[in-house]
């Protein structure tokens, strides 16, 4: 979700952003919306693996599948070190919350987007 974060920072304030650099992120245009994203890569990215609370408010990749297509080529004393970071709970109104940018705004940032080949958490296809 990083990706539409930093997408929001440079809509807000674009004069204090050099450049965007995504990292395996997702890009989205004005109205895209994360779980969108996620939604429509549910064969080769993280979307299946993602459960809920009960009210829906909150999100997390249990452990297992984190080793499975977040760590899978970290080594082990490594990926110990970072699952606690990672499996966390957080909220889900970031992944149904619209990005809104504007040519103005986020549009005057350069921008740079540097796929990573080995990813599991999103597709390549995802950013076609």
């Known amino acids: 979700m990083n990706g539409a974060l930093i997408s929001h920072v440079a809509e807000r304030i674009p004069?204090?952003?050099?450049r965007l650099i995504y990292v395996a992120a997702i890009l989205l245009k004005n109205g895209g919306l994360v779980f969108k994203v996620m939604e429509g890569d549910a064969k080769e990215g993280a979307f299946p693996y993602i459960e809920y609370s009960d009210d829906q408010t909150l999100a997390t990749l249990p452990e297992p599948s984190?080793?499975?297509?977040?760590?899978h080529?970290?080594?082990?004393?490594?990926?110990?070190?970072i699952l606690p970071m990672m499996a966390e709970w957080q909220g889900t109104e970031p992944f149904m919350t619209e990005v809104a940018?504007?040519?103005?705004?986020?549009?005057s940032v350069p921008k740079s987007y540097v796929r990573t080949s080995i990813d599991k958490m999103v597709s390549l296809a995802s950013f076609s």
């Open 101 to 107: 940018v504007t040519e103005e705004n986020f549009g």
């Open 73 to 81: 080529d970290v080594d082990q004393a490594e990926a110990e070190r």
């Open 15 to 18: 004069e204090k952003v050099e």
């Open 66 to 71: 984190l080793r499975k297509i977040g760590l």
